[in-house]
């Protein structure tokens, strides 16, 4: 009978090359980070704020977004509803981006019905257009609704609507932005864009603003406590 022997060792490159396969193949499967560690997260939110879009590109990407949603509904009004609920949570996200982006003494939340409104008709608008909206009324019939007026809106500037299809207002999308921040602010109301063409501004659209109930109520009891 032959005597057995103890197999020698494996080299010490064997051993290291042993080691990290188990590690490279775990790393394949999970989050992949760049050279020096770093995500999108960690970018500070101020380094982008005077950054501008090219129109081109979101001429290209509200377009596809229109088509979209035209495919997948069966009316004029059918279409606004959803161009309104794709812009809505982009209102709840601008809302957080914009307060954080206000210097301290001014980054709270507005609790009253103008401040909420100059917010939206400056900030809000300057941010997404890089100007303030043209007007801001408050209706003389009820006192629930508000009226925020922009003689150009950017986002009919690039759609092509036909003649059967004449009332659409693409401007919706805008409508469901701010009714997003009014709801974010604790102001639930209903947004709605409406095309009052004239002879200067063809395309002038006025967002009608109708706050619910509960909102005036609070409106009349902080009155009464200043």
Sequence with gaps: MSSSQPSEPPPSNALQQQQQLPQQRGSTGGLRYPSNRKTIYDRNLNRSRTAELSRASFAYLFGEMVSYAQKRVTGI????KRLNSQGYPLGLRLLDLL??????RTA???????PLLQFITTILWKHLFSRPADALERS??????YMISDNDPLVNQYISIPKEMSQLNC???VAGIVEGVCDGTGFPARVTAHGVPSELWPGKTVFLIKFEPEV???EAFLEKGR
Excluded: G, S
């Excluded at 307060?99 to 301290?104: F, T």
């Excluded at 003389?140 to 609704?145: A, H, I, S, V």
């Design 77 to 80: 009004q059918d279409l606004e």
């Design 99 to 104: 307060l954080y982006r206000e210097p301290p």
């Design 108 to 114: 709270t939340r507005p609790i009253r019905i103008l």
């Design 140 to 145: 003389k019939d009820n006192e629930d609704e």
């Design 171 to 173: 401007a919706a999308f």
């Design 216 to 218: 005036l109520e609070r």
